[in-house]
């Protein structure tokens, strides 16, 4: 998807995920993946606080609950980053 190309901004993240949780074929869950920067600014975006989570490293994982896509509507359930995969909350 487009809007998670590198280079791309958390405003067509936004819409890319209206457009699946609004359409016809609409998920309960969906997974993004993307690269830096554009993944830390998508998390701090969601989270409404863009040091809540560390830069992601290669590997890393975020994991989110939206109330609904848009700026400050999610809480942080889980992030990891390699090689322990340790979770922090």
Known sequence: MDALHPG???DA????LIDIV???AAHEHVLLVSHQPLISYILGH?????????????GGLAT???DTPGKD???ILFWAQPPEFEASV
């Open 8 to 10: 791309s901004d958390v």
């Open 13 to 16: 993240v936004d819409q890319a």
């Open 22 to 24: 609004d359409g016809e």
């Open 46 to 58: 969601y989270l409404g606080d863009p040091g809540a989570v560390p830069a992601l490293s290669p």
């Open 64 to 66: 989110l609950s939206l």
């Open 73 to 75: 509507c999610g809480r």
